[in-house]
């Protein structure tokens, strides 16, 4: 035959089989032979004898049976079969070779009665052990004349049946690597399927608010496996369905996986789904229940069903009896809340493998067998007849809720999850809006539900309704209420922050020497030179025949020059009044001492006679070595000051496990090195870490991250994932709160000089190539994300920006794309990077909204008033409704005007007075449409903090004005060019320069001084035009 056979795998598996035989436990020790007869049924398609072929063999044999005796292998099959089977048939000469009976194998006469074959295997029976029990599957009943005469030769021969599935079962449970790798496989399908089609579908049977059967909704999920899109990439022929999928609601709840989806419309409440995947027959399983509009008490339940799940996880583990991990979970719901314990499933799970339930490993109370590593379980728990308080119709008054999942279990650590599809409330709750809100809610909820889901992307650029207006009132009076809200949560805030003054830092007292001692006994002092004191960073100088000693953090800067025959060296200090630097401030211990301001040395650069040395030699040693002292020590203070207020991070406990979630040839930005490097990242138990090409390691901890972003390469020309921490940490002798691993996917430059042609094969395999691996870079991030996630059980979650949320804004110098997230406006692309944590925020002001201007600025106000505003300049005003739409859904408040403000000052304002401050509105005076004097009164004061922005409108004004000016001069004067050689050609310009005077002074009490400016560039552009003519 063509078909290969894996021998290393049957050899390994049927040693395993005879060792567990030899060892006599259970039902192994009361049998003399194992018989597996395999006939032909259709209709079966889980059975141990199949099984047991599968695994040995990698295939099922039809009309096959295998007879394992103490010291043979009989196998009986067709000519084709036994040709297969030759492959692992021990030659003569090698018998034993590999620790396994030899095997006869006999070929299956067709139409006979095949008595001679029969008694061959009869005869090697009773020479085995004893010879008068045979183990056999006993569920197994195959039809046919064949399996029929078997079976009766058995019994014929007094043979005594022994049923031998369940110690089969447990030698088959503990999974090697390679079925382990297709297990996983498995769940990943069955995964994919369910995200990306099943899920997607109800949530768009709800949208639609269609009514679909759930038998029709269970035959779509069967077609959907034949589409390679969602197999992640698996032949569709070696993927079938373990089951047809259970899609149960509306009160007709079965939490069993033996039950069919029944032909009841789809009802939006609790929706129960459990479906699983066979991948190169070895099973998979996962179950959910999605909530539509869940009330509390239904919240409340579910959150508890989870917490009852990670308890059985914990209680999974290598070496525990089954019925002990189930009596401790039950326990455990007794005591948490007893109403639910008659309301849970009966069995939490069973092992599975090439079969799908494995009957004789339940998780049940009564199951004696332990545990082993390597075993694959489905679990599968649930309350089923829950009662819904709020149930006005049959269908919503009664529910349950069904979660499960496939997974593996580990020597000490619990069990780990192969299904990692998210399956908090948030994830599987759809929430929608009340019946009696109008639909013209419509656009609002959209993007509520965009942000809350990311499932529905493109809503909320959905055409306006026609009811906008009302949308738009809507939107205001929320806002209107988020107003009240923010004045009364600032003020009580910025109360109970009274009294924690910030303690300025007074700056470090640098002191040379604690006492004489120290000083140094240099000959240069005697002798009334300079000496650097490079030990203690000290010059001693001497001052009035004195040796002074000055710490180097005195002396601001140095600077030598040479006149004539002398050399000057001037030193100027540090003292009270002079410039520290912007964030020093003039802060000194005691201020009204006396200070030494400069000092001038002055030294000969004549040799006289007798000298070793021009004197002069001392001072410029002196300025050499001064600089290099100071410098170093500037260098330190600064890797001092950077590592000021760095919060001590726990140590990386690394997992030595290979299988460790890992990414290969990133870059990291900021770079830790001055060039780029490539690296990989590697999640370990508590957090990340970052090892580049030369070594250098970059730790980032699970609990140190404040945003986890992963930035699709969907309109970019980089993957990233990026992390904004909540406290720095120090790496390349700088602290960064902002860390990113990134590589790039397509070409950022493309060659101007090259002939481009649009059906050019080049340049189209060029694209198609970048497509793929596109995607392949995406399948390989999100795998990661995912593996990264199941790992921190859903604690470290990563957030993907809203595109079609996005506006361009430029936060620093360049403009950029700003993309919301769940929780923060970010932009990670372009560096440095921009994240604001929505929950910091306490209000967002738009500046320059005018509608003449074709951009306008937006300000964002953190609730930390000592925080610097963060600022967004030029986002297009066509943006402005879609951000006040977002920001609304957000429960942020917004705020808009015409002109920009001193932020820092009205800042300063607040944190000095904050009770006067909410005494006069509070924000209330940045809105437009406020009332009352107090808004009134801050609205004036920023008038007169603002002076010179009401200028330079005027000025600008001017500008435009001035701009009409010349374009009508040139209009004018053309016009009169034409004109005036007919009419006025007697008059020279001396006489219209009067006229337009005589005409100014006319109208001086009429127009403006604008319009006067405008009569006088007319009037004395003629004589420009002459000059330039002549």
Same mark, same amino acid.
């Given at each position: 035959?063509a078909?290969?056979?894996?021998?290393?795998?049957?050899?390994?598996?049927?040693?395993?089989?005879y060792?567990?035989?030899?060892k006599?436990?259970?039902?192994?020790g009361?049998?003399?032979? #194992?018989v597996?007869?395999v006939?032909?049924?259709?209709?079966?398609?889980?059975?141990?004898?199949?099984?047991?072929?599968?695994?040995?063999?990698?295939?099922?044999?039809?009309d096959? #049976?295998?007879?394992?005796?103490?010291?043979?292998?009989?196998?009986?099959a067709s000519?084709?079969?036994?040709?297969f089977?030759k492959?692992?048939?021990? *030659?003569?000469?090698n018998?034993?070779?590999?620790?396994?009976?030899?095997?006869?194998?006999?070929?299956?006469?067709?139409? @006979?009665?095949?008595?001679?074959?029969?008694d061959?295997?009869?005869?090697?029976?009773?020479?085995?052990?004893?010879?008068?029990?045979?183990?056999?599957?006993?569920?197994?009943?195959?039809?046919g004349?064949?399996?029929?005469?078997?079976?009766?030769?058995?019994?014929a021969?007094?043979?005594?049946?022994?049923d031998?599935s369940?110690?089969?079962?447990?030698?088959?449970?503990?999974?090697?690597? +390679?079925e382990?790798?297709?297990m996983?496989?498995?769940?990943? #399908?069955?995964s994919?399927?369910?995200?990306?089609?099943?899920k997607?579908?109800?949530m768009?049977?709800v949208?639609?608010?269609?009514?679909?059967?759930?038998?029709k909704?269970?035959?779509?999920?069967?077609?959907?496996?034949?589409?390679?899109?969602?197999?992640?990439?698996?032949?569709?022929?070696?993927?079938e369905?373990?089951?047809?999928?259970?899609?149960?609601? +509306?009160?007709?709840?079965?939490?069993?996986?033996?039950?069919?989806?029944?032909?009841?419309?789809?009802h939006?409440?609790?929706?129960?789904?459990?479906?699983?995947?066979?991948?190169?027959?070895?099973?998979?399983?996962?179950?959910?229940?999605? &909530?539509?509009?869940?009330?509390?008490?239904?919240?409340?339940?579910?959150?508890?069903?989870?917490?009852?799940?990670?308890?059985?996880?914990?209680?999974?583990?290598? +070496?525990?009896?089954?019925c002990?991990?189930?009596n401790?979970?039950?326990?455990?719901?007794?005591?948490?809340?007893?109403?639910?314990?008659?309301?849970?499933?009966?069995?939490?799970?069973?092992?599975?493998?090439?079969?799908?339930?494995?009957?004789?490993?339940?998780?049940?109370?009564? %199951?004696?067998?332990?545990?082993?590593?390597?075993?694959?379980?489905?679990?599968?728990?649930?309350?089923a007849?829950?009662?819904?308080?709020?149930?006005?119709k049959d269908?919503?008054?009664?529910?349950?809720?069904?979660?499960?999942? *496939?997974?593996?279990?580990?020597?000490?650590?619990a069990?780990?999850?192969?299904?990692?599809?998210?399956?908090?409330?948030?994830?599987?709750?759809?929430?929608?809006?009340?019946?009696?809100?109008?639909?013209? @809610?419509?656009?609002?909820d959209?993007?509520?539900?965009?942000?809350?889901?990311?499932?529905?992307?493109?809503?909320?650029?959905?055409?306006?309704?026609?009811?906008?207006?009302?949308?738009?009132?809507?939107?205001?009076?929320?806002?209107?209420?988020?107003?009240?809200?923010?004045?009364?949560?600032?003020?009580?805030?910025?109360?109970?922050?009274?009294?924690e003054?910030?303690i300025?830092?007074?700056?470090?007292?640098n002191?040379?020497?604690?006492?004489?001692?120290?000083?140094?006994?240099?000959?240069? #002092?005697?002798?009334?030179?300079?000496?650097?004191?490079?030990?203690y960073?000290?010059?001693?100088?001497?001052v009035?025949?004195?040796?002074?000693?000055?710490?180097?953090?005195?002396i601001?800067?140095?600077s &030598?020059?040479?006149?004539g025959d002398?050399?000057?060296?001037?030193?100027?200090?540090?003292?009270?009044g002079?410039?520290?630097?912007?964030?020093?401030?003039?802060?000194?211990?005691?201020?009204?001492?006396?200070?030494?301001?400069?000092?001038?040395?002055?030294?000969s650069?004549?040799?006289?006679?007798?000298?070793?040395?021009?004197?002069?030699?001392?001072?410029q040693?002196?300025?050499?070595?001064?600089?290099?002292?100071?410098?170093?020590?500037?260098?330190?203070?600064?890797?001092?000051?950077?590592?000021?207020?760095?919060?001590?991070?726990?140590s990386?406990?690394?997992?030595?496990?290979?299988?460790?979630?890992?990414?290969?040839?990133?870059?990291?930005?900021?770079?830790?090195?001055?060039?780029?490097?490539?690296?990989?990242?590697?999640?370990?138990t508590?957090?990340?870490?970052?090892?580049?090409?030369?070594g250098?390691k970059?730790?980032?901890?699970y609990?140190?991250?404040?945003?986890?972003?992963?930035?699709?390469?969907?309109?970019?020309?980089?993957i990233?994932?990026?992390?904004?921490?909540?406290?720095?940490?120090?790496?390349?002798?700088?602290?960064?709160?902002?860390?990113?691993?990134?590589?790039?996917?397509?070409?950022?430059?493309?060659?101007?000089?090259?002939?481009?042609?649009?059906?050019?094969?080049?340049?189209?395999?060029?694209?198609?190539?970048?497509?793929?691996?596109?995607?392949?870079?995406?399948?390989?991030?999100?795998?990661?994300i995912?593996?990264?996630?199941?790992?921190?059980?859903?604690e470290?979650?990563?957030?993907?920006?809203?595109?079609?949320?996005g506006?361009?804004?430029?936060?620093?110098?360049?403009?950029?794309?700003?993309?919301?997230?769940?929780?923060?406006?970010?932009?990670? *692309?372009?560096?440095?990077?921009?994240?604001?944590?929505?929950?910091?925020?306490?209000?967002?002001?738009?500046?320059?909204?005018?509608?003449?201007?074709?951009?306008?600025?937006v300000?964002?106000?953190?609730?930390d008033?000592?925080?610097?505003?963060?600022?967004?300049n030029?986002?297009?005003?066509?943006?402005?409704?879609?951000?006040?739409?977002?920001? %609304?859904?957000?429960?942020?408040?917004?705020?808009?005007?015409v002109?920009?403000?001193n932020?820092?000052?009205? &800042?300063? *304002?607040?944190?000095?007075?904050?009770?006067?401050?909410?005494?006069?509105?509070?924000?209330s005076f940045?809105?437009?449409e406020?009332?009352?004097?107090?808004?009134?009164?801050?609205?004036?004061?920023e &008038?007169?903090?603002?002076?010179?922005?009401?200028?330079?409108d005027?000025?600008?004004?001017?500008e435009?004005?001035s701009?009409?000016?010349?374009?009508?001069e040139?209009?004018?004067?053309?016009?009169?060019?034409?004109?005036?050689?007919?009419?006025e050609?007697?008059?020279?310009?001396?006489?219209?320069?009067?006229?337009?005077?005589?005409?100014?002074?006319?109208?001086h009490?009429?127009?403006?001084?604008?319009?006067?400016?405008?009569?006088?560039?007319?009037?004395?552009?003629?004589?420009?035009?002459?000059?330039?003519?002549?």
């Open positions: 035959m078909v290969n056979l894996d021998k290393e795998a049957y050899y390994r598996r049927i040693k395993r089989l060792s567990n035989w030899k006599g436990e259970d039902e192994f009361r049998v003399d032979a #194992i597996v007869s006939g032909v049924d259709e209709e079966i398609v889980y059975a141990k004898s199949t099984a047991i072929q599968t695994w040995l063999f990698g295939y099922e044999l039809t096959t #049976i295998m007879v394992f005796c103490d010291t043979k292998i009989i196998f009986l000519k084709k079969k036994v040709d089977l492959q692992v048939a021990v *030659t003569k000469g018998e034993n070779a590999n620790g396994v009976p030899p095997i006869t194998l006999l070929t299956r006469e067709k139409n @006979e009665s095949n008595k001679a074959n029969f061959k295997m009869i005869e090697a029976i009773r020479g085995s052990r004893e010879g008068k029990t045979v183990g056999v599957f006993s569920k197994d009943k195959f039809p004349e064949y399996m029929k005469s078997w079976s009766d030769t058995i019994t021969e007094g043979l005594e049946k022994v031998i369940a110690v089969v079962a447990y030698t088959m449970a503990v999974k090697e690597d +390679g382990l790798g297709l996983k496989k498995a769940a990943a #399908i069955t994919e399927v369910y995200s990306k089609f099943f997607e579908r109800v768009e049977i949208d639609a608010d269609e009514k679909v059967r759930h038998s909704l269970a035959e779509s999920v069967e077609k959907a496996i034949e589409e390679k899109k969602y197999l992640g990439g698996a032949d569709p022929s070696t993927v369905m373990c089951y047809p999928p259970i899609i149960q609601s +509306g009160g007709n709840y079965s939490l069993k996986f033996s039950v069919v989806s029944d032909k009841n419309h789809m939006f409440g609790a929706i129960t789904c459990a479906m699983g995947i066979r991948y190169k027959s070895y099973c998979s399983n996962l179950v959910r229940t999605l &909530m539509v509009d869940p009330p509390q008490e239904m919240q409340d339940n579910y959150n508890f069903l989870l917490q009852v799940e990670e308890e059985l996880l914990k209680q999974l583990k290598h +070496g525990v009896k089954i002990d991990a189930y401790t979970v039950l326990d455990y719901v007794k005591k948490e809340k007893a109403d639910l314990v008659a309301k849970l499933t009966k069995n939490l799970g069973f092992a599975m493998g090439i079969e799908f339930r494995e009957g004789s490993l339940v998780l049940n109370a009564k %199951n004696q067998y332990k545990l082993k590593k390597g075993m694959v379980l489905s679990i599968s728990l649930g309350f007849d829950l009662v819904n308080k709020d149930g006005k269908e919503q008054k009664k529910y349950a809720l069904f979660i499960g999942d *496939t997974i593996q279990i580990n020597e000490e650590e069990a780990t999850i192969l299904t990692p599809v998210k399956k908090k409330i948030k994830n599987v709750g759809i929430f929608l809006k009340n019946d009696d809100e109008e639909d013209d @809610e419509e656009e609002g959209d993007a509520e539900e965009l942000l809350g889901k990311g499932a529905r992307s493109a809503a909320l650029l959905a055409d306006r309704t026609r009811n906008e207006m009302t949308a738009e009132e809507k939107r205001r009076a929320h806002q209107k209420e988020l107003a009240n809200h923010l004045n009364e949560e600032a003020r009580r805030r910025l109360t109970e922050q009274k009294g003054q910030q300025q830092k007074a700056r470090k007292s002191v040379s020497y604690k006492n004489v001692s120290q000083m140094p006994r240099e000959k240069d #002092i005697r002798e009334m030179k300079i000496f650097i004191d490079k030990k960073e000290t010059v001693v100088m001497p009035f025949g004195i040796a002074t000693p000055f710490h180097i953090a005195t601001k800067n140095i &030598m020059s040479v006149e002398y050399t000057y060296l001037r030193i100027n200090f540090y003292v009270p002079s410039s520290l630097g912007r964030q020093e401030g003039n802060i000194f211990p005691n201020p009204d001492a006396t200070f030494v301001k400069e000092i001038t040395y002055r030294a650069n004549l040799k006289a006679p007798g000298d070793t040395s021009v004197p002069s030699t001392n001072l040693n002196a300025f050499r070595i001064i600089k290099e002292v100071q410098k170093r020590y500037k260098t330190r203070e600064a890797e001092e000051k950077e590592k000021e207020g760095i919060v001590k991070q726990d990386l406990v690394i997992n030595l496990n290979r299988s460790n979630p890992k990414l290969k040839d990133l870059y990291i930005r900021p770079n830790i090195a001055q060039k780029r490097m490539q690296g990989s990242l590697e999640a370990h508590n957090g990340f870490r970052f090892t580049s090409v030369r250098d970059v730790d980032i901890l609990n140190n991250i404040k945003h986890a972003i992963f930035q699709p390469c969907d309109g970019e020309m980089i990233v994932l990026h992390f904004h921490l909540k406290n720095a940490i120090m790496f390349g002798k700088r602290r960064h709160t902002d860390v990113q691993f990134y590589t790039e996917v397509g070409e950022i430059t493309t060659d101007l000089g090259k002939h481009q042609h649009m059906h050019d094969r080049d340049d189209l395999y060029a694209e198609q190539m970048e497509r793929e691996m596109r995607h392949k870079l995406k399948s390989a991030f999100k795998n990661f995912e593996k990264v996630e199941t790992l921190t059980k859903e470290l979650e990563f957030e993907v920006p809203f595109r079609d949320l506006f361009q804004g430029a936060p620093y110098r360049s403009t950029c794309l700003l993309q919301p997230t769940s929780s923060s406006l970010v932009n990670v *692309t372009e560096w440095p990077p921009f994240v604001v944590t929505l929950d910091e925020v306490e209000l967002v002001h738009f500046e320059r909204v005018q509608f003449h201007l074709k951009n306008f600025d300000v964002i106000v953190y609730k008033y000592n925080k610097k505003v963060t600022m967004i030029a986002v297009p005003v066509n943006s402005l409704d879609p951000i006040k739409e977002w920001l %609304n859904s957000c429960d942020i408040k917004y705020t808009e005007g002109q920009s403000l932020w820092t000052k009205i &800042m300063k *304002t607040i944190v000095d007075d904050p009770e006067g401050f909410f005494e006069q509105g509070g924000w940045l809105d437009p406020s009332e009352g004097s107090g808004g009134e009164e801050d609205s004036e004061s &008038m007169e903090d603002e002076t010179f922005n009401p200028s330079a005027e000025e600008e004004e001017e435009e004005d701009d009409e000016d010349y374009d009508s040139t209009e004018d004067s053309d016009y009169s060019a034409s004109v005036g050689s007919e009419e050609s007697g008059k020279d310009w001396d006489e219209l320069e009067e006229e337009a005077r005589k005409a100014d002074r006319e109208s009490y009429e127009d403006e001084d604008t319009s006067s400016k405008k009569r006088k560039v007319r009037s004395s552009a003629p004589p420009s035009k002459k000059k330039r003519r002549s």
